[in-house]
């Protein structure tokens, strides 16, 4: 069964996540599973995502698990580190919806 947009930018978010700060692990892949289990409902604060640094780390990470055209809106994404996770997971999800509109 094919994934659903919202899972892949949730997937995207939370391998980003992982890789920009010690408190998010991606636990399996297959089916995926990230610790903490509630990540989406956390702020960006809450797993250590609170400065500038981190936050620019985060969406490399990001953009760089997307194609290059989505790359530029990701990087120019503004991140509250007081905003949920979600937020930018749906963010993700609207350009992923927006380029297979393209298509």
């Known amino acids: 069964m094919a994934e659903t947009l919202a899972e892949v930018a949730a997937k995207k978010t939370c391998t980003a ?22 990540v989406l409902d956390l702020t960006f604060k809450a797993v250590a995502i609170n400065d500038d ?3 620019s780390i985060f969406k490399k990470a990001v953009a760089n ?22 937020l930018f997971s749906n963010f993700l999800e609207a350009l992923l919806a927006e380029q297979e509109l393209e298509r």
């Open 17 to 38: 996540l992982a890789q920009a700060t010690g408190k998010v692990t991606v636990l399996s892949f297959d089916p995926f599973q990230v610790e903490p289990a509630n």
């Open 65 to 86: 698990l997307v194609d290059q055209s989505l790359q530029r809106k990701i990087m120019g994404q503004g991140v509250d580190p007081s905003s949920r996770i979600i």
């Open 53 to 55: 640094v981190a936050i």
